[in-house]
């Protein structure tokens, strides 16, 4: 499981329940889900990329918003 953070936000690879081959992202706010994939996806560096890109965006949310 990889993970990463940013401020507050945190960024988590974990395995999909249904499918423990595929891999879903979430970006917590420290136990609070935010954000996260509604699908499976094919393998751990696809899931990190696309969550990379949704905690970038989400980010930029909060910073255009303060």
Do not use: K
Not at 14 to 21: A, G, M, R
Not at 44 to 66: I, K, V, Y
């Amino acid at each position: 499981m990889a993970a990463e953070a940013l401020a507050v936000l945190s960024l988590q690879i974990e395995s999909c329940p249904e499918d423990p081959s595929r891999y879903r992202w979430v970006i917590r706010d420290q136990d609070c889900i935010l954000r996260q994939c509604l699908y499976s996806l094919p393998d751990e560096q696809t899931a990190l990329s696309q969550g990379e890109a949704a905690l970038q965006e989400m980010a930029a949310l909060w910073r255009d918003a303060q």
